[in-house]
């Protein structure tokens, strides 16, 4: 069973950045593909960052351009880079793998999920 840990949200002020990453374990992380999720309070789960085994990405247009994914198949980990930040990143962000191929921007998609780490963006 995949188990994903995620850490690094914190409270930053718009214009500034934060690094979250992904710990995965109990799964063949080299390959699964690996995305990042938001939900912010009353709004639906987002699909924002997509990384595949073969290092192809993919990024929702709200955060393309601020926005980086990476994966370390030797330490079995990803990372969600996130520069520029604005007041609409504020949100819960969770890992999500478990890759059942498809849409990566589908949550159904994806069979495990971690707790979540909160961002929160000041102005």
């Known amino acids: 069973e995949v188990r994903l840990v995620e850490s690094g949200g914190g409270s930053v002020q718009a214009g500034g950045s934060l690094k979250l990453s992904c710990a995965y374990s109990?799964?063949?992380?080299?390959?699964?593909?690996i995305a990042w999720y938001r939900q912010a309070p009353g709004q639906d789960r987002e699909g924002v960052a997509f990384?595949?085994?073969?290092?192809?990405?993919a990024y929702s247009d709200s955060v393309k351009g601020r926005f980086t994914i990476l994966r370390d198949n030797g330490e079995n980990t990803a990372s969600l880079q996130m520069n520029s930040l604005k007041g609409d990143d504020t949100a819960m962000y969770y890992c999500a793998a478990g890759w059942k191929e498809g849409r990566w921007s589908r949550p159904d998609n994806f069979d495990a999920w971690g707790q979540g780490t909160q961002v929160t963006v000041s102005s």
């Open positions: 109990g799964g063949n992380f080299a390959r699964d593909g």
């Open positions: 990384i595949g085994r073969t290092w192809n990405t």
